[in-house]
């Protein structure tokens, strides 16, 4: 699975859009980027996921370059519960021995403030 | 609809004592994941079920650690003569498929402490 980066933490005030980067250079053509989040004491949350479109949900929007080495996860209008952790993953195609298992990194910490 | 769904939630046992967590996926979900989360850290795979055939247990950190799902569909994970270094959050997730294009769905995890 490539590699990706994170900051290790933002800020963001409540009700602005937060901006979540993450670097995968090492992206090979058929991954996909996923995002997940972790609140404290409960387990990861699906958010959002893409190939090579930008893509929205009712959670959020991924943006992914075009030569897809980043993407920006966008959570257009931030609440306080929106603090988490935040992961930016890329999977790989199930085949082989490979099975689409996740690879989480550090992640980076979103607080969101009043 | 439900969630994925794991018990318990907290457990504590003391040194050598054997456990069972217990996960109970989406229903329809071929796929189930086990990942263990130390504190402070991401989740780290440890097994993959499709359907009742364990086809990945790369990431089970010692023999001491079982797996199951005889029936496709309830998944316990065993952890024979615990050690302190088992403490974690075992948590697990499910997906309609193994397919990339499936995300996979987290349950709470179980909070596992061994004194």
């Known amino acids: 699975d490539a590699k990706t980066t994170q900051p290790p933490s933002m800020d963001c005030a409540e009700g602005r859009a937060a901006n979540l980067p993450c670097n995968h250079s090492?992206?090979?053509?058929?991954?996909?980027v996923y995002w997940y989040r972790q609140i404290h004491s409960q387990g990861p949350q699906y958010i959002i996921h893409g190939l090579k479109n930008n893509e929205t949900n009712e959670m959020a929007s991924l943006i992914i370059t075009e030569d897809r080495k980043s993407s920006t996860l966008i959570l257009p209008h931030a609440t306080l519960r929106d603090t988490a952790v935040y992961y930016c993953i890329v999977r790989s195609p199930a085949g082989g021995t490979s099975y689409g298992k996740l690879t989480f990194g550090q992640g980076t910490i979103l607080t969101v403030h009043p | 609809g439900a969630g994925v769904s794991q018990s318990p939630r907290y457990k504590v046992a003391k040194r050598g004592q054997d456990v069972a967590l217990r996960c109970d996926p989406i229903s329809g979900h071929v796929s189930l994941f086990w990942y263990q989360q130390a504190l402070g850290q991401g989740p780290e795979f440890l097994t993959y079920?499709?359907?009742?055939?364990?086809?990945?247990k790369s990431g089970l950190p010692s023999d001491r650690f079982f797996a199951e799902r005889p029936e496709g569909s309830v998944s316990t994970l065993k952890i024979q003569r615990t050690q302190q270094e088992d403490s974690a959050v075992y948590l697990c997730?499910?997906?309609?498929?193994?397919?990339?294009?499936?995300?996979?769905?987290f349950g709470d995890g179980t909070r596992l402490s061994i004194l």
């Open positions: 997730a499910s997906s309609l498929s193994g397919q990339q294009a499936q995300p996979q769905h």
């Open positions: 090492t992206i090979s053509g058929n991954e996909y």
């Open positions: 079920f499709q359907n009742e055939a364990q086809l990945d």
